[in-house]
């Protein structure tokens, strides 16, 4: 009779721990068709393109990128949470992961969540200034606000410390720290990545949402606020100058208006120390956007968003124009279709997708002062 009642006592223990922990797979798969106009070709000497023509290529990752990942919990008790989060990209199109930064190298945290004072991680994660995506009336598809910056909207960052507050009275505070791991605490050439760090402030209310947000990346050579400089015509396909290593300024809102969002946005990335800059390499950069999307139906969305750049020391400027459209076939598959274009002023070569800077065919930006226009029509399943 005690070993029955000992055995029941044990099995409700087993049920009572697996009830209060979970582990959960997801995933995201995108894919499509891409036509393109604006496209460089025709390489000289020096690799640098000379002419324009057009091509139709299969893409993934255009409306979002395909992804997969899990996620866990572990109730501690008195609303404390262990938590842990592992997620890796992938192309749709290949099968193939990520080239660098591992299997999973969008997220690699664990960590404690609790209801009353917040969440606090230990790893790798999407950097800070990812997380203007919902304020981007495109939710950052691959041909809207990270183009104009290159993907310096886009970074991961490892070695990282950050905490996300609860709600009070409408506002949320989130803090990331990314230590450079070298022996000069802003980097120094002997790790891969410079210190990072940011914090915003958002408030979210039925009518509108607002966040306030600022971030810089250290360049991981020098630990300076000024990536290696590089040379427009000569360089064939690196990041670099302001694109690599800045500080970042972003004020966003969106408003709610039934069936109808509005959002709009300032960034500003700034850099200093700055050597070697050549005409044409810019230091700082302002852009710009507004955006509506109309959600016609529970499955239809309409989207139309204009994106504006400005840039200094004669880098010039740029415009993309983009309409989108979406339909959820169910709560798991969504058909999406983009039309985008971007105009360059005489001096600028911003491409539709997030290009490094050059005039390299490599690159992929139209050459300087010339348009450079897109169709994507793809599907997108959730798990």
């Not at 460089?40 to 290529?57: C, D, E, K, L, Y």
């Not at 969008?106 to 960590?111: D, Q």
């Not at 790798?124 to 691959?142: C, K, V």
Request: glycine share 12%; charged share 10%.
């Amino acid at each position: 009779m005690k070993k029955r009642i000992l055995m029941a006592a044990l099995l409700g223990a087993c049920l009572n721990v697996h009830a209060q922990s979970s582990v959960t797979l997801y995933g995201r798969l995108d894919a499509g068709l891409e036509y393109m106009s604006g496209v460089p070709t025709s390489p000289n000497a020096a690799g640098q393109a000379t002419a324009s023509t057009h091509r139709f290529r299969a893409e993934s990752g255009n409306w979002g990128t395909s992804l997969w990942g899990m996620k866990g919990v572990e109730d501690l008790g008195n609303g404390t949470r262990a938590v842990f989060q592992l997620e890796g990209s992938f192309n749709t199109m290949t099968g193939a992961g990520p080239s660098n930064g591992g299997l999973f190298n969008r997220w690699a945290t664990v960590g404690f969540a609790d209801n009353r004072y917040g969440t606090v991680l230990l790893g790798r994660e999407l950097f800070i200034s990812n997380n203007l995506w919902d304020f981007d009336p495109m939710g950052q598809t691959a041909w809207s606000s990270a183009s104009l910056f290159r993907g310096r909207n886009w970074p991961f960052s490892s070695n990282n410390i950050s905490y996300q507050s609860p709600k009070l009275a409408g506002f949320d505070f989130y803090g990331q720290y990314s230590l450079s791991n070298a022996t000069n605490w802003n980097g120094n050439g002997t790790t891969a990545q410079g210190r990072a760090a940011g914090a915003q402030v958002t408030y979210t209310s039925a009518l509108f949402q607002v966040r306030a947000l600022y971030d810089e990346i250290r360049n991981p050579s020098n630990g300076k606020l000024y990536g290696a400089p590089t040379d427009p015509i000569n360089t064939a396909n690196a990041p670099g100058g302001v694109f690599q290593a800045s500080r970042e300024y972003s004020a966003l809102a969106n408003v709610f208006l039934g069936q109808f969002k509005i959002s709009a946005a300032y960034q500003a990335l700034r850099t200093s120390g700055a050597v070697g800059v050549l005409p044409g390499q810019p230091t700082t950069l302002d852009q710009v956007w507004g955006g509506l999307t109309w959600q016609a139906s529970p499955a239809a969305a309409l989207i139309g968003a204009v994106y504006h750049v400005n840039g200094n020391n004669g880098s010039g400027n740029a415009n993309i124009y983009t309409l989108g459209a979406s339909y959820n076939l169910s709560k798991r598959t969504m058909l999406d279709l983009q039309v985008a274009t971007v105009q360059n002023s005489k001096a600028a070569n911003f491409g539709l997708n997030a290009n490094n800077p050059g005039t390299s065919v490599a690159a992929d930006n139209p050459l300087p002062g010339h348009s450079q226009s897109g169709v994507y029509a793809g599907i997108q399943h959730s798990f």
